[in-house]
T-cell receptor, first 114, second 119 residues
Framework: AQSVTQPDIHITVSEGASLELRCNYS??????LFWYVQSPGQGLQLLLK??????LVQGIKGFEAEFKRSQSSFNLRKPSVHWSDAAEYFC????????????FGTGTRLQVTL | NAGVTQTPKFRVLKTGQSMTLLCAQD?????MYWYRQDPGMGLRLIHY???????AKGEVPDGYNVSRLKKQNFLLGLESAAPSQTSVYFC??????????????????FGPGTRLLVL
């Protein structure tokens, strides 16, 4: 069965520092990969997605992610974190022919210190 | 466009009571989904629908029923609420063409959530 692993439950970074959130997926087929962000008390907002082509994808709010097939990874990065980036981040994977269902990771909570 | 809306935002139930959560979308999406979110467990799919009049079970369907009588609405029902159903419930919708195979994976758009407490 497909699964998504986000190994970091909680990460704290200083404002202005760089950020990398890890995501690994486990399945043999070609994945469609997503990163969503959830602010406290809110729904999930799409940050970026990867379907095919260039393995480095740009998203909203200055985020980017790189797909590495050899490592089954889709890590999220931001060069300089802002205090407003404090939120929970979810990685998700989907596959063709499955009614666009997604399997989510357990999330990484980002805390930003000033 | 309102996107995806959910009603109610918050509800407290007693064990054994029933209730219905309403999800509405105005994006003409074919696919709709109900998830529950629990601490440390991410989002888990309860039920989903690939078009008006269709429903299917997800990962954790027990104790829930759904209906999709209109394309824009997806209802989640709890017939006899249990404390284990205390959670935050999210609805999502995604594009797709009913009756035609979609080879890709459509982006899901989420509602703001319904917080449910079962005592």
């Amino acid at each position: 069965a497909q699964s998504v692993t986000q190994p970091d439950i909680h990460i704290t970074v200083s404002e202005g520092a760089s950020l990398e959130l890890r995501c690994n997926y486990s399945y043999g087929a070609t994945p469609y990969l997503f990163w969503y962000v959830q602010s406290p008390g809110q729904g999930l907002q799409l940050l970026l997605k990867y379907f095919s082509g260039d393995t480095l994808v740009q998203g909203i709010k200055g985020f980017e992610a790189e797909f590495k097939r050899s490592q089954s990874s889709f890590n999220l990065r931001k060069p300089s974190v802002h205090w407003s980036d404090a939120a929970e981040y979810f990685c998700a994977v989907g596959y063709t022919g499955t009614a666009s269902k997604l399997t989510f990771g357990t999330g990484t909570r980002l805390q930003v210190t000033l | 466009n309102a996107g995806v809306t959910q009603t109610p935002k918050f509800r407290v139930l007693k064990t054994g009571q029933s209730m219905t959560l309403l999800c509405a979308q105005d994006m003409n999406h074919e696919y709709m989904y109900w998830y529950r979110q629990d601490p440390g467990m991410g989002l888990r799919l309860i039920h989903y629908s690939v078009g008006e009049g269709t429903t299917a079970k997800g990962e954790v369907p027990d104790g829930y029923n759904v209906s999709r009588l209109k394309k824009q609405n997806f209802l989640l029902g709890l017939e006899s609420a249990a404390p284990s159903q205390t959670s935050v419930y999210f609805c999502a919708s995604a594009g797709g063409a009913f009756g035609r195979v979609t080879f890709g994976v459509e982006t899901q758009y989420f509602g703001p959530g319904t917080r449910l407490l079962v005592l």
